[in-house]
């Protein structure tokens, strides 16, 4: 008779593809599988054992909170675990592939060999977002400074000063006498501006 609580699902999550591995309470394996990394595909190939299931886990990065998040929304007991912690808890084992990581987790959780990754709220995941899309486009905006300040010094001028907004007035003040150098440097000028737009807009 099989039980009817008790299994574990290792998932170890790749961008395309997932491993999924349930073992039972006693260790036995019940399924080693791949699917597609999709919440409706893991849910259907889970669906045979979904009475069973005690605990899933996947390691905590990339796609696993967005994964987990759609997984709990279906109900399904998940948690994301340190994967540094089962790095040591697999460590004895030469083996290191997808198929055997999920293995480890599967396992980890049967024993309950691992810790769990806080998953963060959307709220606080919209605002690392916000705050990481501020930082790439200042230093994009601070690249491409960098790049007009090295073609004006090829002109045998030399800039004093941050950029600030007065920027495109300075340079083309300084190569009002070389208008083939500011010519090469207007879409470099513009694209400047329009990412310290963006990045003001997001400050907004």
């Given at each position: 008779?099989?039980?009817?609580?008790?299994?574990?699902?290792?998932m170890d999550?790749?961008k395309?593809r997932?491993?999924v591995?349930?073992?039972?309470?006693?260790?036995?394996l019940i399924?080693?599988?791949?699917?597609e990394?999709?919440p409706?595909?893991?849910?259907?190939?889970?669906?045979?054992?979904?009475?069973?299931?005690?605990?899933?886990?996947?390691k905590?990065?990339?796609?696993?909170?967005?994964?987990?998040?759609?997984?709990?929304?279906?109900?399904?007991p998940v948690?994301?675990?340190?994967?540094?912690?089962?790095?040591?808890?697999?460590?004895?084992?030469?083996?290191k592939?997808?198929?055997?990581d999920?293995r480890v987790?599967a396992?980890?959780?049967?024993?309950g060999l691992?810790?769990?990754v806080?998953?963060k709220?959307?709220?606080?995941h919209?605002?690392?977002t916000?705050?990481a899309?501020?930082a790439?486009?200042?230093?994009?905006?601070?690249?491409?400074e960098?790049s007009v300040?090295?073609?004006?010094?090829?002109a045998?001028?030399?800039?004093?000063?941050?950029?600030?907004?007065h920027?495109?007035d300075?340079?083309?003040?300084?190569?009002?006498?070389?208008?083939?150098?500011?010519?090469l440097?207007?879409t470099?000028?513009?694209?400047?501006?329009?990412?310290l737009?963006h990045?003001?807009?997001?400050?907004?």
């Open positions: 008779r099989e039980d009817k609580m008790g299994h574990y699902v290792g999550v790749g395309e997932t491993a591995c349930i073992v039972d309470r006693f260790g036995e399924l080693e599988r791949e699917v990394t999709d409706e595909a893991i849910m259907n190939l889970l669906a045979p054992s979904r009475s069973a299931i005690e605990l899933a886990g996947l905590g990065g990339g796609l696993s909170s967005w994964l987990t998040r759609c997984l709990r929304k279906e109900r399904l948690v994301q675990v340190d994967a540094g912690r089962l790095h040591r808890y697999a460590a004895a084992s030469a083996a592939t997808d198929r055997h999920a987790i396992e980890a959780l049967r024993g691992y810790r769990e806080f998953l709220s959307m709220a606080a919209e605002l690392w916000l705050l899309q501020r790439t486009l200042l230093q994009e905006a601070r690249r491409l960098l300040r090295g073609t004006v010094r090829s045998g001028h030399r800039m004093q000063g941050r950029g600030g907004i920027f495109r300075r340079v083309t003040a300084l190569l009002e006498d070389e208008p083939s150098f500011l010519d440097l207007t470099t000028l513009d694209s400047r501006n329009t990412l737009a990045h003001k807009d997001l400050n907004g």
